[in-house]
């Protein structure tokens, strides 16, 4: 059964004094996650918002048929110089003292990006991000706008980032059942561990859905800014799938028959230590 998100925490007036950041650290460590609401510009997302699905329009016909695109309807993106002005605005309120905080590995800017969740998508599978239980980094998500039940709020399973899950044992463990879906208003962000376990939802309204990610592995981006990629303009990249004939033939199985990947997934992970990943 789909639990209740806990309370969410307050985004700190100011920057966070040392006694907030010590109960984000005690939050963090438990959940693997935080939601801090109303940090960022409603009316800066707004118009990032509109530049993105403008973008996705022109782009649409030009688009890649496989990686998740198109088809299951979980499309990575970067969103472009246009949205620095989030980054700037966690320096600024303090929200990155407390990533800081919460994940000390933290030491250069962060990777940009996007999920564009399209009308139509399909359910995930849970997985979390790292490649390797070692390997963790930060992730902030960021609501460009309002992320309710009906348009794909997240689904995260609290406290699955405390342990090593290969992906027979998050099965036999039934650890699905901590679902907890996190609705969040535009402005609000979701600090995570990448080794939370989590998965993206359909999204069934006729509209996009996007939510910025700003992600520190190794540390952070290797470029000397971040928000210059892809020359700062907007674009969009596969998701999961490669872009040809067997990424395509993949995500199609995928999608008819769901169960097999699962099938896979738990004999890939008896023989190795990968397979609790996506």
Do not use: W
């Given at each position: 059964?789909?639990?209740a998100a806990g309370p969410p925490v307050p985004a700190p007036a100011a920057r966070p004094s040392p006694q907030e950041i010590e109960g984000y650290k005690r939050a963090f460590a438990e959940d693997g996650y935080l939601v801090l609401r109303n940090v960022v510009?409603?009316?800066?997302?707004?118009?990032?918002?509109?530049?993105?699905?403008?973008?996705?329009?022109?782009a649409r016909g030009t688009l890649f048929q496989g990686g998740g695109g198109l088809m299951a309807g979980h499309l990575n993106s970067f969103p472009g110089e246009g949205a620095r002005?989030?980054?700037e605005t966690l320096i600024d309120r303090g929200i990155m003292d407390v990533v800081k905080a919460v994940f000390p590995k933290v030491v250069r800017g962060p990777n940009v990006g996007c999920n564009l969740n399209l009308p139509g998508s399909v359910v995930q599978h849970y997985h979390a991000d790292s490649n390797y239980f070692t390997e963790d980094f930060v992730i902030v998500n960021v609501a460009v706008v309002d992320t309710d039940l009906v348009n794909g709020a997240i689904d995260v399973l609290p406290g699955t980032q405390k342990k090593f899950y290969p992906f027979w044992r998050f099965a036999l463990e039934r650890a699905s059942r901590r679902t907890t879906r996190l609705p969040m208003q535009q402005g609000d962000i979701l600090i995570r561990t990448s080794n939370l376990w989590h998965r993206g939802m359909p999204n069934r309204t006729n509209v996009p859905r996007p939510m910025v990610a700003l992600t520190w592995e190794?540390?952070?981006?290797?470029?000397?800014?971040?928000?210059?990629?892809d020359a700062g303009k907007i674009t969009f990249h596969a998701n999961w799938y490669r872009p040809n004939f067997v990424g395509r033939l993949r995500e199609r199985t995928y999608i008819a028959a769901?169960?097999?990947?699962?099938?896979?997934?738990?004999?890939?992970s008896l023989a190795g230590n990968?397979?609790?990943s996506r």
């Open positions: 059964m789909t639990q510009s409603k009316d800066g997302l707004s118009q990032l918002r509109t530049r993105i699905l403008d973008e996705f329009e022109r002005f989030i980054y190794a540390g952070g981006s290797q470029l000397e800014d971040p928000f210059k990629r769901p169960f097999t990947y699962d099938a896979y997934r738990f004999v890939r990968k397979g609790y």
